[in-house]
C-alpha cells in the first residue's frame, strides 16, 4: 500500500512539472457549497481526474515579452463526472501561450452530493471564482481585465457558456464587484441544452439528477438565457457528433444571432466526439486562432 501512495504521488508530481507552471488554489479557506470529506481525488495514467473537491487553476504563462494581455480560463470536459484535464487543457494551454495568451486550466469541482450542498452550482462557482482570481491579480500576470475569455469542450463548454450566460447573477463572494462577464466564449463541440431534444443526458444527470424540475432543466439551458450582453463566441463541432448533438451548438448559435451578439460558427462535416477523426483532428485550433485574430485578442496568425 505504501509503494502505491508513493507511486501515485511520484505520478501526480510528474503530471504537475510535465504539463503546468504553477498551481493555485481557488480559493482561499473554506470552499462554498462544500461539505467537508477526505480527498479522494484521482489521476489516471491517461490524465482524467475524478472526485474533485479542491478546486484549482494551473498557470501557462506566454515567455518573457510575449504576452498580449489576453487571458483564457480553459474548462477541460467530461460529462461532469471527469475532466480530460491533459488533452482538454494542459495541451490547449500550451496552444495558447503560442499566441501570447496567458492560459488557466480550470480544475473545478465534479458535482457530488457527498461534497456539495448544491451541485447543480459547484462548477459555476468555481468559473466564476476564477474569473475573480484571474483579474484580481491581472498586474501580476501581466492581463488587461478586458480581455479575460473562457473556453470549454463538451461539458465544460456546457460550464463556459453557462459563465457566459448567468454572469449577473454571482454565485460566489464578490465584495469588490467585479465583473464576472467574460470578454468572449470559445466553445468546443460543447453541451449546451438540458431540453429534452438536445440533451446529452450524462452530462444533465450528473449537474441537476434525473428528476430535475422544469425550472432547473431551463436554467441550465443556456440558449434560453442568451441577451445582447452575452459575449461574442465562437463555436466548433462536428456533424457527425454523436455524443452531444451539433444541434446544441446551431441553437446557441441561432440564439445569439437573435440578439446580434457577434458569432462565429465552424462546423466539421466529420470528426465526432472529441474530434479524432480528420479533418477536424489535425487544424480545429487553427480556425479558433484565426478568430482570435480577427477579433482582435491577438496578433495577426497564418492558418496552415
Known sequence: MFQQIIACSSFLLMSLFSFGQKVIPLYEGNIPNSIKTQNKERENNM????????????VFTPPAGKSNGTAVIICPGGG?????????????????ISLGIT???????LPNDSIMIDKSIGPLQDAQRAIILVKTRAKEWNIDTTKVGIMGFSAGGHLASSTGTHFNHSYVDNPANISL???F???IYPVISFTNSLAEKGSRTALIGKNASAEQTNLFSNELHVTPETPPAFIMHAGDDRLVSVKNSIAFYMALQKNNVPTGIHIFPKGQHGFP???????????????????????PVTMQ
Open 277 to 299: 477523426l480528420e479533418p477536424a483532428h489535425s487544424n480545429w485550433f487553427d480556425y479558433c486562432a484565426k478568430w482570435l485574430q480577427e477579433n482582435g485578442w491577438v496578433k
Open 185 to 187: 466564449m470559445m466553445l
Open 103 to 109: 492560459a488557466f486550466v480550470l480544475k473545478y469541482r
Open 80 to 96: 461532469y463526472m471527469m475532466l480530460n484535464i491533459k488533452m482538454e487543457g494542459y495541451d490547449v494551454a500550451q496552444k495558447l
Open 47 to 58: 490524465h482524467f481526474i475524478t472526485n474533485i473537491s479542491k478546486p484549482t487553476i494551473t
Open 181 to 183: 462577464r467574460p470578454a
